[in-house]
């Protein structure tokens, strides 16, 4: 789909979805195209690659496919709100407006609502947005204006399925099915509701090591 394009890529998810950040990222490498992030975005990636032991990209000179786009607002309150330094960290990465509406088929961005007004000022010339999150939030106000917006720049819209929070049954229905020795609950707010469905499960702490 983005090797295709012969416009821009704009995407959209959610910057914390680091597994699918990663995945538009190993895409666009394969179409041989820039990897555009918006600056809040970055700090993400950069904040989570200083962790140590991992190989999280991010925009930096090890990375020189990726680069940043700073939308005013966004801008406007990391500079007010978080610091200065958040938003000057990228500016050796810096993908300004001109340089996106110059080399747009050579572009995968990722894109928010919040971005409707820069993205204007681009001269965008279609292409296709991939949406790629939960398909409920479709239904605000917010993201029709943001979705109208590109369909009028002459945008095609692609949903790539995002498998969301399983249902009870459903989880009911996975542990059953593959009768593991070792149930782990993870990524929930109620680790110890999993102990009703089956006496396998072991509820751990965070922090607490876990030899598996």
Request: glycine share 4%.
């Amino acid at each position: 789909m983005i090797s295709q394009s012969t416009g821009i890529t704009l995407f959209q998810t959610s910057s914390q979805n680091i597994d699918r950040l990663v995945s538009f990222y190993k895409a666009t490498q394969k179409a041989q195209k820039i990897f555009v992030v918006d600056v809040y975005t970055a700090n993400v990636l950069y904040e989570l690659r200083q962790l140590g032991n991992n190989r999280l990209p991010y925009p930096s000179p090890e990375y020189k496919d990726i680069k940043v786009f700073y939308p005013y607002f966004m801008t406007q309150k990391i500079f007010n709100e978080i610091g200065e330094e958040y938003a000057k960290r990228f500016s050796a990465f810096h993908m300004s407006k001109e340089n996106l509406t110059q080399h747009q088929s050579e572009i995968v961005m990722c894109v928010r609502p919040s971005m409707y007004f820069d993205l204007g000022k681009c001269s965008l010339q279609g292409g296709t947005f991939i949406y790629s999150m939960w398909q409920g939030y479709r239904e605000s106000e917010y993201q029709k204006r943001f979705e109208d917006k590109l369909t009028r720049l002459h945008f095609k819209t692609k949903f790539l399925h995002t498998s969301g929070h399983a249902s009870i049954e459903d989880i009911k229905r996975v542990m059953t099915g593959l009768n593991p020795q070792r149930i782990i609950p993870i990524h929930t707010m109620y680790p110890d509701d999993f102990l009703a469905f089956s006496d396998k499960v072991e509820v751990v702490r965070d922090g607490v090591e876990v030899n598996v």
